[in-house]
């Protein structure tokens, strides 16, 4: 239905495609967000414009009105607010793009705004409600609990899987050994957060013998995920964010961290990698959180 028939135009395309495949894109944005390019350009092509320099702003709108009143092809209705969104954001990427390679001068989307769709968004702790929660610990596996999801920003299966020997205090390395699609890493530790660690192991962790796992019931064998999330919800109940208990998550936790190591200027391939992901466009959905509060 919207097939390119102007050849410079399935050239741009293609080599978009490629483009979004080196940023380390998934495979479906991969497939998506060219199409989206792609029915914004065959909207030009019938309109007879083959010079993109030419675009202006109102292109663009005169687009995305088009594309509020455009029949969804899957299903009854028109498009929803999460898929105009992503033809928005395909053709900003295109157009920025484009100026990097110096094919425009103006970028036509850079005077642009679209109201973000409404979702529901992970709790983001701020740096303070954090500080809060670790100071309202009792225990020394209490501070792992948020050491192993907030400071080294673990999945709730990653966390309850660790080993003792997965922790390597000397080298202040944890390693992931098998966490989303089977993929591993090694996540670095502050001093703080291997010594803490190194004193729960030590000191308090009691297992039955031969018992691998780092963190341990009170039956002294592996916490699963279920207890781990009530010992988030016993150290939430002692602290001063108790309105944030229904709210807050191990998953929340890790939302946090990502967002705090962006807002002090990481870069958004080292997160992705600290956090595991396998693609880009995990990690950015992060990069809209600015102005945490700073630590206490």
């Known amino acids: 239905m919207f097939k390119l028939h102007y050849i410079e135009y399935n050239h741009l395309v293609k080599n978009f495609t490629d483009h979004l495949q080196r940023l380390g894109y998934g495979k479906s944005s991969q497939r998506m967000l060219p199409k989206c390019v792609q029915e914004f350009l065959c909207r030009q092509e019938r309109n007879e414009l ?40 395909a053709l900003k990427l295109f157009f920025n793009w484009l100026q990097e390679l110096r094919l425009l001068e103006e970028n036509p989307m850079s005077a642009l705004h679209f109201e973000k769709p409404t979702s529901k968004a992970h709790e983001v702790l701020t740096r303070e409600e954090v500080t809060n929660l670790y100071e309202a610990c009792e225990t020394l596996k209490e501070r792992a609990i948020l050491h192993v999801y907030y400071g080294c920003g673990l999945r709730r299966d990653e966390g309850v899987k660790l080993n003792v020997s997965d922790l390597q205090f000397r080298n202040k390395m944890l390693y992931v050994r098998e966490g989303k699609g089977g993929k591993s890493r090694a996540v670095p530790m502050t001093e703080k957060i291997s010594e803490e660690l ?21 039956r002294g064998t592996r916490l699963h995920g279920n207890d781990a999330n009530k010992l988030l919800r016993a150290i939430i109940q002692k602290s001063d964010v108790l309105h944030l208990a229904t709210k807050v998550s191990l998953h929340s936790l890790r939302h946090s961290i990502a967002t705090h190591l962006l807002e002090s200027g990481l870069s958004v391939e ?8 396998a693609y880009l466009e995990s990690t950015q959905r992060y990069t809209h959180i600015k102005n945490a509060a700073a630590w206490i």
Do not use: W
């Not at 675009?55 to 498009?79: C, V, W």
């Not at 000191?203 to 796992?213: D, V």
């Open 198 to 218: 190194k004193a729960y192991c030590y000191q308090e962790r009691k297992s039955k013998p031969n018992e691998l796992a780092f963190l341990i019931n009170q």
């Open 50 to 89: 083959y010079d993109l320099p030419q675009l202006t702003s109102s292109d663009i709108l005169d687009h995305h009105e088009y594309l509020q009143q455009r029949p969804n092809m899957k299903r009854p209705g028109g498009l929803s607010e999460m898929m105009i969104a992503h033809h928005v954001y």
């Open 270 to 277: 080292y997160v992705r990698d600290f956090l595991g992901h």
